[in-house]
């Protein structure tokens, strides 16, 4: 297999095998941990294999375009570094497979949490082997996210959820920081290849966009790792099955920090600004996480604070600014966790056993397991930083580097003292973590008898710490050559000398070292057993200081903020929704006008005054006034007004040279005024005569002058602005070339029309389409309609017509109603074919005079809805069946099929053709292709307003059907 | 005629921005209508205003002073689209109707008063 295709397997195939592993079914506890193993070996395999290609500082690259507009490729890059952490992830995921096999029990969907672990296989994979920024944070956000799944694994658990959440919560948002980091690395850089990255040290340093891009890409890094004060999330994420808890907080989820930092080491390190950003984020948490670890009575929030203060002594080290110091950063990394991981599946071996994990009722397991208890003290040892150990070697180097860092600040004093105190403390805590559990009194009323555990559990941590042992004996023949091609991958060329010795003579650190372990031990002695009996809770001096409690308060604070922002600005209520949307348009218009000199009176060409047309005006205002004051409580003539201003409109169009619009207009009225007379009937009856409650009269004056100001101003604004423009001259636009070429290039002497279907046939189709949509969404919405109870009545006049018929000898109940309207019924009917035939006029004409496939449409289902308003929808439907949808379909086809006809031509969509026909009788007709699509928007429209119409016509018999069903067997039962 | 246009177009502007600041549907939606009266005529106005002479062309390929076409144009697919939206607004407030029982925009009466105090004008 070439390398790239090794590369790319090895990056695959843990997603791969995730959904694999989803798609088993729940109780497969076994085939799923040996799809897992399977998988993990493999890609192990594959990284391994690769090896080879590494020396002498190479790279293995392997590059797929992914979005190449933006720069940004799928770039998988394996260094030294790279592989280090590759094999770390992969190696200990292996284990961890295998003991989770174990420790889950058969009840649990185990699958599931396969299938979980290996998309974190595959994103920590992803973040590690990404030869591009973007990439790198795209995995980096899917490692939150999948471990978000892994910790709520036990979903039924609220502890589970609360900490899977406050761990999205915390490292997504870093993550978002990380992205825009990200981001502003690119800008300053130019690319977001990581090897341009790599190259551009000197450019990002001197960049005045250094500081935020530094911060934003620590905050990335230090939430991940769990730095001060974003360190709360990790205790929390106890809750996850302990196999996933040894996985995410030794190896994988709190290293992608690490990783970062160390990847981006040579480019942003080196200032005050990362000295003192990461210095003290990494001492701070060191202290922290040590002091609150020796007060922690859970074995895994012991482990968990551990990981907190190591996590912090690596940062601290990368801080520092120096290249030895990022060598010890870099061994500590695989040094912790391989003791980590192995102290956190021994502590699941003691809760899978024992039934607990709290210090204070174990005691004396020894005797119980004492396999598992020599495996944990040893690992214990190491974490302590005993010789002979990996975890001395490091700490070796921390303390070695914390002393030659110190500078001649005086303040750098306290780095060596803090770092030694720190040590102490360490040696502290896994003392009595080992002393509490495995020795003293043998226990007593455990919930379940200790036991050694099955033979494959402890596979996992045997090779974990013989691993432990074995660096720390011969750590230049174990960890010497992959640390040396993670450090050369870091360094390149400048790569530091460093000494893996166990002995370096009796030196400072050494003595360093000896103190912290003997203070470690003599503070056990003096306070162990206060400590054990802490009447406090919580870590002496800290115990007040709740991250949690600050945690929960800003995320209900932030939702109280939300939901107050919501409710000010919030679309619930449409009025102050409205009323700000109308301000915010004054005030733009009015700042614009200020900005460019308002100046509304510009003399200019007048066109001259025609009484007649302001007379017509008046009665338009009129009309308008009069809609706006009935429209409350005076429905029915309101409607008729908006009917007359429209039709004031209309005329206004004819008489300003704009026929097309008025001969739309004044059908589209027409339908609109049917429409809202058609609605009326479900409408709530509203009464003039009911009181306003006096406190109320006040807020509502107050908000009508309000309105009314607002709307006033709306009206002046917009007239001064049409007559600011109309007295201007009007540019030299673009009207001359339609109306010089309608005729030479589309054939058309109406240049509306021209323009609608010909040179701007796209636009109509598109508007076509949005009212065939509409026609479609009133259907549906109307299908489900259920009208409130109180418009189910039959309306006032019914019942006055059947009182009469019912009064009356030889007339039965209806008959009036029938009656009603007779003569204009005989006219309705009779007219039908007459609008067909206008309707049919105005399509055939609309190329050259007014008209056109709009007007036609609207003109035919005007001929319709008349139909249905004469003799009722059940007669109307056992004559004639008009199916709207399928005229709606039609006329979408064929607009766009006359547009899509041009392609057989080889012209580009919607190329009209055009020529002269002579047709018997009717003369010269003009043949354009545009007419078909004409036709095309004609058939739509009947389709689209007939059926609007008809549904809400419809509501009425349904409502009557429904009242008739409902009255039958009210008869009966009278009968 | 400017003046007249514009004091039109600013009344119907006017009538319609207050209803549409109304609690109640269907004021709402007569709102709407007006507010396109006077934006259509508003766009339409731009083209500036000319008396008899139409964009239809007498005979064949002639250049003559005609009004702008395109305003008209925009126009034209404006009242396609005014007419769908208010097709769609009246059903969606019957709809809603059905639903909440009330014709108040929000769904709902105001907790605080029932009726809703509002007077007719005198």
């Known amino acids: 297999m070439s390398s790239n295709a090794l590369l790319a397997a090895a990056a695959i195939l843990p997603f791969a095998g995730s959904v694999l592993a989803g798609a088993l079914p729940s109780r497969a506890r076994t085939p799923a941990a040996v799809l897992a193993g399977l998988v993990t070996l493999a890609s192990l395999g594959c990284i391994l294999a690769l090896t080879p290609q590494l020396s002498g500082g190479n790279t293995v690259v392997h590059a797929v375009e992914w979005l190449p507009s933006l720069g940004v490729n799928l770039v998988l890059r394996l260094d030294g570094l790279a592989w280090l952490f590759c094999v770390l992830v992969l190696a200990i995921g292996a284990l961890v497979v295998l003991y989770a096999r174990y420790y889950m029990a058969a009840a649990d969907p185990v699958p599931r949490l396969y299938s979980y672990f290996l998309a974190f296989v595959g994103a920590m994979l992803g973040i590690v082997l990404s030869g591009n920024l973007i990439q790198l944070v795209l995995f980096w956000e899917l490692t939150s996210i999948v471990s978000f799944l892994l910790i709520g694994y036990w979903y039924d658990n609220a502890a589970a959820r609360d900490g899977a959440r406050m761990s999205l919560t915390i490292t997504a948002a870093g993550g978002l920081c990380l992205l825009v980091g990200t981001i502003l690395i690119g800008r300053i850089v130019g690319s977001y290849d990581l090897d341009a990255v790599l190259a551009s040290g000197d450019t990002i340093r001197n960049s005045p966009l250094y500081l935020p891009a530094l911060v934003l890409v620590l905050m990335g890094a230090l939430t991940k790792s769990a730095q001060f004060p974003f360190h709360i999330w990790l205790p929390r994420a106890m809750a996850a099955p302990t196999p996933i808890s040894a996985y995410l907080h030794s190896a994988t989820m709190v290293k992608a920090g690490i990783f970062l930092m160390i990847r981006l080491w040579p480019v942003l390190s080196g200032t005050e600004q990362w000295y003192w950003i990461v210095g003290s984020a990494g001492m701070a948490t060191l202290l922290v996480g040590s002091w609150s670890a020796i007060f922690q009575h859970d074995l895994k929030g012991l482990l968990a604070y551990s990981t907190i203060s190591h996590l912090g002594l690596i940062t601290l080290l990368l801080g520092l600014n120096s290249p030895l110091a990022v060598v010890a950063a870099i061994f500590h990394t695989v040094n912790h966790a391989t003791f980590k991981a192995s102290l956190f599946m021994a502590v699941g071996i003691i809760d899978h056993e024992t039934g607990t994990r709290d210090m204070r009722r174990l005691s004396g397991l020894w005797r119980a397991m004492p396999y598992t208890g020599t495996l944990a003290m040893v690992a214990a040892a190491a974490m302590a930083g005993v010789p002979l150990l990996n975890g001395f070697l490091s700490k070796e180097m921390f303390l070695s580097e914390a002393v030659d860092n110190m500078g001649d600040h005086p303040i750098h004093i306290a780095l060596p003292v803090l770092a030694t105190l720190a040590s102490a403390f360490t040696m502290l805590y896994s003392l009595r973590f ?400 007459f609008i067909i035939l206008l309707s049919l006029h105005l399509f055939l004409r609309g190329h050259d005079l007014p008209g056109g496939g709009f007007a036609a449409g609207i003109a035919l289902t005007i001929a319709f809805i008349l139909q249905y308003m004469a003799c009722g929808a059940q007669w109307v439907e056992e004559r004639l069946r008009i199916q709207p949808i399928a005229w709606i379909g039609l006329g979408l086809l064929i607009a766009a099929g006359a547009g899509a006809a041009s392609w057989l031509f080889g012209r580009p969509f919607l190329t009209a053709y055009f020529a002269y026909w002579e047709l018997p009788l009717l003369g010269k007709v003009p043949a354009a292709s545009a007419l078909v699509f004409d036709l095309g928007i004609m058939v739509l429209v009947v389709g689209a307003s007939a059926l609007m119409l008809v549904a809400l016509a419809h509501q009425s018999l349904r409502r009557t059907r429904s009242a008739e069903a409902e009255a039958e067997p009210a008869a009966e039962e009278t009968a | 005629m400017e003046i007249v246009l514009s004091a039109g177009i600013g009344i119907l502007a006017a009538s319609g921005v207050w209803l549409m600041l109304r609690p109640r549907t269907f004021q709402v939606a007569l709102g709407l209508s007006l507010l396109s009266y006077a934006v259509n005529l508003f766009i339409f106005a731009m083209g500036r205003l000319t008396v008899g002479a139409p964009p239809v062309l007498k005979t064949g390929p002639e250049t003559v002073s005609v009004d702008d076409p395109v305003p008209q144009a925009l126009v034209l697919t404006a009242l396609v689209i005014s007419f769908a939206l208010t097709a769609l607004f009246l059903v969606v407030l019957l709809a809603a109707r059905g639903v909440t029982g009330n014709d108040h925009v929000d769904g709902r009466e105001p907790h605080h008063a029932e009726p809703t105090p509002e007077k007719p004008h005198p």
């Open chain 1, 434 to 833: 080992i002393r509490q559990t495995f020795f003293g009194p043998p226990p007593h009323d455990l919930p379940e008898t200790p036991h050694e555990p099955v033979r494959w559990m402890r596979i996992p941590i045997e090779l974990l710490v013989l691993t432990c042992v074995a660096i720390g004996l011969v750590p230049n023949l174990t960890i010497g050559p992959a640390l040396g091609r993670a450090v050369a991958a870091v360094f390149g060329a400048d790569a530091p000398t460093y000494s893996l010795a166990i002995w370096h003579g009796f030196n400072l650190p050494l003595v360093l070292s000896m103190i912290a372990l003997g203070g470690g031990v003599l503070l056990y002695v003096l306070f162990g057993k206060r400590i054990d009996t802490n009447p406090r809770g919580g870590p002496w001096l800290m115990d007040r200081l709740d991250g949690g409690w600050l945690f929960e308060r800003s995320m209900t604070g932030l939702t109280r903020g939300a939901r107050a922002l919501e409710l000010w600005f919030g679309a619930e209520r449409l009025q102050p929704q409205l009323r700000i949307l109308f301000l915010a348009a004054l005030l733009a218009a009015l700042a614009a006008g200020v900005a460019r000199g308002l100046d509304l009176f510009a003399p200019g060409r007048l066109t001259p005054f025609d009484p007649a047309f302001a007379l017509m005006w008046i009665v338009g205002a009129a009309c308008a006034v009069g809609a706006a004051e009935r429209a409350k409580y005076h429905r029915l003539s309101a409607t008729i007004f908006v009917g007359g201003a429209g039709l004031v409109s209309s005329l206004t169009f004819l008489w300003l040279s704009a026929p097309d619009l008025a001969v739309t207009q004044i059908l589209v009225e027409i339908v609109t005024t049917v429409m809202l007379l058609l609605g009326l009937r479900w409408l709530p009856k509203r009464d003039a005569a009911i009181p306003a409650p006096p406190s109320e009269r006040a807020r509502a004056r107050r908000r009508r002058i309000i309105d009314l100001c607002i709307a006033a101003f709306a009206g002046l604004g917009l007239a001064g602005l049409a007559y600011a423009v109309m007295t201007r001259p009007a540019g030299d636009g673009i009207a001359r070339w339609f109306v010089e070429e309608a005729y030479p290039q589309a054939g058309g002497r109406n240049v509306v029309n021209v323009l609608l279907v010909d040179f701007r046939a796209f636009d109509t189709l598109g508007e076509i389409s949005v009212l065939g949509i509409v026609g479609l969404t009133v259907f549906a919405l109307l299908r489900r309609f259920r009208p409130a109870p109180d418009s189910l009545e039959r309306p006032k006049q019914q019942h006055s017509h059947d009182a009469y018929d019912r009064a009356r000898e030889g007339r039965k109940p209806g008959d009036t109603a029938a009656d009603a309207l007779l003569v204009p019924r005989v006219v309705m009917t009779w007219l039908f074919p």
